[in-house]
């Protein structure tokens, strides 16, 4: 019941939304129908000018009903119209697209906007049009839109990317120029990135690989940089007022959502509020190929008493289904051009999330787990931010951001025929203060990028065993040290641009860290320890060095050299659990931070008319590296760990990686209002010991076919995955047969799959959009690299959404 009365209310707000009306002049592009910012408006004579804001809207009262107005911007067709025909026709402007954008800004390199093109990193950025068209339950499914990143998935509540190699708390995430990466993010896959709506963001930058030296620590893989909605100003004495809204609905997994966000601006101040609700029920996989994959049982418990019962729809994946509600409020203060204030709030919350890897496990011929869930996960972030661009002997533009986190996760798990259901839950408190400043030296020559960042995290970790016949609590064992525990970083970051001359721009950066961790382990009466406290206090330096290469107008080179480095978290340094049936990780008070060594090569070209295309290349380096290697806990190499004896294991600075791949895109556009866009990434990687790298991709890519015009977009196309044999399966991966295919030989391979999509979206009147989609048409079976989760079989889509303003 509580399920249909969200859905009443979003339904509500959305229908409400519909009968508000707001009388301004919106810029859209003619091809998707989305709003085009800074499009420049001016007569002629150049006597009056105005520019659209960050939704395309502008206000044309300053022209008189005479006037020619002008309407240009570097990216589409110039058009003039008389003031009295774009009255009469109505207030939207549509403007046709010269098909690439050759200016594109990117925020992400140096947390300034910047021209891509002087920006030697491979950034890719997915912008909020992309998203919405195709549709993604997750943030996680988000990035997985750009065909570039690859996405894992334990559970359906769940989305670990996967960047060159890298994973978890080998990659960032940034939030509003907040990092979201905590002490006890792990080095296994994690699903914290879908804790962001992906309504709410408007877009997101992704750094492939240590390219730039402003995010410190874990930026090993790359960066996910999201930037929510922000609140727009008024341009008029009118106040601005606007709205989107969505609901959706997806047949694989029965899932209902709703959207809202609508803006209230004034010259001065504005308000802006995103509020998103998502119910999923179990997922339905695919019906052909791969049997093995199948749901034939899943335990059900009556009165206590745990029962294996065979699935009435082995394709119906039992224990995947979740909630969760996301919340964004935002307010804005502009009293002069100059200076910029905002607060933010950012919530979270889901409910218990199934971990379905672990309860398709087995142990003998039985299902091992009765029950193994995460608990609501909750993500709390309140931001104060501030921007000065008043120029300054020390900077033209400053900004600093305050943060205050709150993040909450628990794992709850019962085995078969079991009584005792243990729970684990850790809190974490984080603070972050950032500073970042621009200055410009030489004009379109020299510009100087610093600042600095501090965080501070307090880590709970608690633990207790509940015997769910009569409810009576008694302690357990923590996953992490129960005493206390605390982790510092402090960093300052230099980056210097210089455009030497038309063809040629170098990046210089550098950052120095400063990282701590300190704990103490409380109860030793699970474990006998061989020490009580942990203290690992660490500096680290990084670099980068970049050059990009202008040969002519259409093409660009880039060169980069860059390292990057991981400082040990407590989860690296203060866990025990079990990481793999018959193995347990200890801590290991005396680990190190792990390097990265990058070198990125860029080749780029860009053409209005016909063919553009991108490739890029890397090697990577891991040197001290943080890998897991037997080891010995009070000099013994097994102990009983959950009632089964397992082989002692910690994370030590013994080992080095190399990784290297590279990724090609291109897009062509046909006669007509069609174009082909196909991308394909590969990468490749061992460690010091010859075995494959556990987050080393397979091969992977997608081919669109896309027609487009004012009204209609439609994009069919293929998502396609490589085989990993046995032989390129991480020795981690090999040991869980219950996850993989077999190959001839009986051993467990991850086999290659394509699906067959199509998507498309309708223009109606009203600024209403209708969009209709089929996902794995042919209805294959298949399951994602590492992933614990079969992938959704034959998928319908629908979906509706409104735009006000």
């Given at each position: 019941?509580?399920?249909?009365?969200?859905?009443?209310?979003?339904?509500?707000?959305?229908?409400?939304?519909?009968?508000?009306?707001?009388?301004?002049?919106?810029?859209?592009?003619?091809?998707?129908?989305?709003?085009?910012?800074?499009?420049?408006?001016?007569?002629?004579?150049?006597?009056?000018?105005?520019?659209?804001?960050?939704?395309?809207?502008?206000?044309?009262?300053?022209?008189?009903?005479?006037?020619?107005?002008?309407?240009?911007?570097?990216?589409?067709?110039?058009?003039?119209?008389?003031?009295?025909?774009?009255?009469?026709?109505?207030?939207?402007?549509?403007?046709?697209?010269?098909?690439?954008?050759?200016?594109?800004?990117?925020?992400?390199?140096?947390?300034?906007?910047?021209?891509?093109?002087?920006?030697?990193?491979?950034?890719?950025?997915?912008?909020?049009?992309?998203?919405?068209?195709?549709?993604?339950?997750?943030?996680?499914?988000?990035?997985?839109?750009?065909?570039?990143?690859?996405?894992?998935?334990?559970?359906?509540?769940?989305?670990?990317?996967?960047?060159?190699?890298?994973?978890?708390?080998?990659?960032?995430?940034?939030?509003?120029?907040?990092?979201?990466?905590?002490?006890?993010?792990?080095?296994?896959?994690?699903?914290?990135?879908?804790?962001?709506?992906?309504?709410?963001?408007?877009?997101?930058?992704?750094?492939?690989g240590p390219g730039t030296v402003i995010y410190g620590s874990d930026a090993l893989g790359g960066v996910m940089d999201f930037h929510t909605l922000h609140p727009s100003l008024s341009t008029s004495d009118k106040?601005?007022?606007?709205?989107?809204?969505?609901?959706?609905?997806?047949?694989?997994?029965?899932?209902?959502?709703?959207?809202?966000?609508?803006?209230?601006?004034?010259?001065?101040?504005?308000?802006?509020?995103?509020?998103?609700?998502?119910?999923?029920?179990?997922?339905?996989?695919?019906?052909?190929?791969?049997?093995?994959?199948?749901?034939?049982?899943?335990?059900?418990?009556?009165?206590?008493?745990?029962?294996?019962?065979?699935?009435?729809?082995?394709?119906?994946?039992?224990?995947?289904?979740?909630?969760?509600?996301?919340?964004?409020?935002?307010?804005?203060?502009?009293?002069?051009?100059?200076?910029?204030?905002?607060?933010?709030?950012?919530?979270?919350?889901?409910?218990?999330?199934?971990?379905?890897?672990?309860?398709?496990?087995?142990?003998?011929?039985?299902?091992?787990?009765?029950?193994?869930?995460?608990?609501?996960?909750?993500?709390?972030?309140?931001?104060?931010?501030?921007?000065?661009?008043?120029?300054?002997?020390?900077?033209?533009?400053?900004?600093?951001?305050?943060?205050?986190?709150?993040?909450?996760?628990?794992?709850?798990?019962?085995?078969?025929?079991?009584?005792?259901?243990?729970?684990?839950?850790?809190?974490?408190?984080?603070?972050?203060?950032?500073?970042?400043?621009?200055?410009?030296?030489?004009?379109?020559?020299?510009?100087?990028?610093?600042?600095?960042?501090?965080?501070?995290?307090?880590?709970?970790?608690?633990?207790?065993?509940?015997?769910?016949?009569?409810?009576?609590?008694?302690?357990?064992?923590?996953?992490?040290?129960?005493?206390?525990?605390?982790?510092?970083?402090?960093?300052?970051?230099?980056?210097?641009?210089?455009?030497?001359?038309?063809?040629?721009?170098?990046?210089?950066?550098?950052?120095?860290?400063?990282?701590?961790?300190?704990?103490?382990?409380?109860?030793?009466?699970?474990?006998?320890?061989?020490?009580?406290?942990?203290?690992?206090?660490?500096?680290?330096?990084?670099?980068?060095?970049?050059?990009?290469?202008?040969?002519?107008?259409?093409?660009?080179?880039?060169?980069?050299?860059?390292?990057?480095?991981?400082?040990?978290?407590?989860?690296?340094?203060?866990?025990?659990?079990?990481?793999e049936p018959g193995k347990v990780i200890v801590p290991n008070k005396d680990l190190k931070p792990e390097y990265l060594y990058n070198l990125d090569l860029g080749l780029i070209r860009k053409d209005d008319k016909?063919?553009?295309?991108?490739?890029?290349?890397?090697?990577?380096?891991?040197?001290?590296?943080?890998?897991?290697?037997?080891?010995?806990?009070?000099?013994?190499?097994?102990?009983?760990?959950?009632?089964?004896?397992?082989?002692?294991?910690?994370?030590?600075?013994?080992?080095?990686?190399?990784?290297?791949?590279?990724?090609?895109?291109?897009?062509?556009?046909?006669?007509?209002?069609?174009?082909?866009?196909?991308?394909?990434?590969?990468?490749?990687?061992?460690?010091?010991?010859?075995?494959?790298?556990?987050?080393?991709?397979?091969?992977?890519?997608?081919?669109?076919?896309?027609?487009?015009?004012?009204?209609?977009?439609?994009?069919?196309?293929?998502?396609?995955?490589?085989?990993?044999?046995?032989?390129?399966?991480?020795?981690?991966?090999?040991?869980?047969?219950?996850?993989?295919?077999?190959?001839?030989?009986?051993?467990?391979?991850?086999?290659?799959?394509?699906?067959?999509?199509?998507?498309?979206?309708?223009?109606?009147?009203?600024?209403?959009?209708?969009?209709?989609?089929?996902?794995?048409?042919?209805?294959?079976?298949?399951?994602?690299?590492?992933?614990?989760?079969?992938?959704?079989?034959?998928?319908?889509?629908?979906?509706?959404?409104?735009?006000?303003?």
């Amino acid at each position: 019941m509580t399920n249909y009365r969200h859905l009443l209310w979003v339904t509500i707000l959305f229908f409400l939304s519909l009968i508000t009306n707001a009388q301004r002049l919106t810029v859209k592009d003619l091809s998707n129908g989305n709003p085009v910012e800074k499009v420049a408006l001016y007569t002629p004579s150049m006597k009056k000018f105005a520019v659209t804001d960050h939704d395309g809207q502008v206000s044309i009262e300053s022209f008189n009903s005479k006037d020619t107005i002008v309407f240009q911007h570097p990216s589409y067709l110039e058009i003039r119209k008389t003031k009295a025909e774009i009255l009469a026709s109505g207030p939207v402007i549509y403007l046709e697209k010269k098909f690439i954008l050759l200016e594109e800004s990117v925020v992400s390199a140096t947390r300034w906007e910047q021209n891509k093109k002087e920006i030697p990193n491979r950034i890719e950025k997915i912008p909020a049009s992309r998203s919405a068209f195709f549709n993604p339950q997750t943030a996680a499914d988000m990035l997985g839109t750009s065909d570039q990143i690859f996405i894992q998935k334990s559970q359906m509540g769940g989305g670990s990317p996967m960047i060159r190699g890298f994973a978890a708390n080998a990659i960032l995430i940034v939030v509003d120029g907040i990092r979201m990466n905590n002490a006890i993010f792990r080095s296994g896959n994690l699903q914290n990135v879908i804790l962001l709506d992906p309504n709410s963001i408007e877009n997101a930058e992704v750094i492939f690989g240590p390219g730039t030296v402003i995010y410190g620590s874990d930026a090993l893989g790359g960066v996910m940089d999201f930037h929510t909605l922000h609140p727009s100003l008024s341009t008029s004495d009118k106040p601005l007022i606007k709205s989107h809204d969505m609901l959706r609905y997806a047949s694989a997994n029965n899932e209902f959502s709703g959207h809202i966000d609508f803006t209230i601006g004034k010259k001065k101040t504005s308000w802006l509020t995103s509020f998103s609700w998502s119910d999923f029920g179990n997922l339905k996989m695919g019906s052909r190929k791969h049997p093995e994959y199948q749901r034939t049982e899943y335990v059900r418990t009556i009165n206590y008493r745990d029962t294996i019962v065979p699935n009435d729809d082995p394709d119906i994946e039992i224990s995947t289904g979740y909630q969760q509600v996301n919340f964004l409020q935002k307010i804005r203060f502009r009293p002069t051009k100059d200076l910029d204030f905002s607060a933010a709030l950012h919530y979270s919350n889901s409910g218990n999330i199934p971990r379905y890897d672990r309860l398709i496990q087995y142990k003998g011929t039985q299902l091992k787990y009765a029950q193994w869930y995460y608990g609501p996960q909750q993500w709390i972030m309140p931001v104060l931010s501030a921007e000065d661009n008043r120029k300054r002997l020390l900077y033209d533009h400053m900004k600093i951001s305050m943060a205050y986190q709150y993040y909450t996760e628990s794992r709850h798990d019962r085995k078969f025929g079991k009584n005792n259901l243990r729970h684990r839950t850790e809190q974490v408190n984080i603070g972050t203060l950032t500073a970042d400043f621009e200055k410009t030296i030489i004009p379109e020559k020299e510009s100087l990028f610093y600042g600095f960042e501090t965080t501070y995290n307090n880590i709970n970790s608690s633990a207790e065993t509940e015997d769910i016949t009569n409810g009576i609590t008694t302690p357990a064992a923590t996953r992490y040290p129960d005493g206390y525990n605390h982790y510092y970083a402090v960093a300052a970051y230099t980056i210097f641009k210089q455009n030497l001359n038309d063809r040629f721009t170098l990046n210089l950066g550098g950052r120095y860290n400063l990282t701590g961790l300190h704990s103490m382990i409380g109860d030793t009466s699970f474990y006998h320890f061989p020490f009580t406290r942990i203290d690992i206090d660490n500096g680290a330096l990084n670099g980068s060095v970049g050059l990009v290469y202008h040969p002519g107008s259409s093409w660009q080179i880039n060169l980069n050299l860059s390292s990057g480095f991981r400082a040990p978290n407590l989860d690296d340094a203060g866990k025990v659990f079990d990481s793999e049936p018959g193995k347990v990780i200890v801590p290991n008070k005396d680990l190190k931070p792990e390097y990265l060594y990058n070198l990125d090569l860029g080749l780029i070209r860009k053409d209005d008319k016909r063919l553009s295309f991108e490739f890029s290349a890397f090697f990577s380096y891991l040197d001290n590296a943080m890998v897991r290697r037997p080891y010995q806990f009070n000099g013994r190499d097994s102990i009983v760990y959950d009632g089964m004896l397992s082989a002692v294991e910690a994370l030590t600075n013994t080992g080095f990686a190399y990784v290297y791949g590279s990724n090609f895109s291109a897009t062509l556009k046909l006669s007509g209002n069609f174009s082909i866009n196909s991308s394909l990434t590969g990468t490749f990687g061992k460690d010091n010991e010859g075995f494959p790298l556990r987050h080393a991709a397979p091969l992977f890519g997608a081919s669109h076919l896309v027609y487009e015009n004012k009204w209609i977009r439609a994009d069919l196309n293929l998502r396609y995955n490589g085989t990993v044999p046995n032989s390129r399966l991480a020795p981690s991966e090999q040991s869980k047969p219950y996850m993989y295919a077999t190959d001839a030989n009986g051993n467990p391979c991850s086999p290659g799959w394509t699906t067959l999509n199509l998507i498309t979206r309708f223009i109606l009147p009203w600024n209403l959009r209708v969009q209709v989609g089929i996902e794995n048409i042919s209805d294959i079976r298949y399951r994602p690299y590492s992933s614990g989760i079969v992938a959704p079989g034959r998928n319908f889509i629908f979906s509706l959404r409104y735009t006000l303003g």
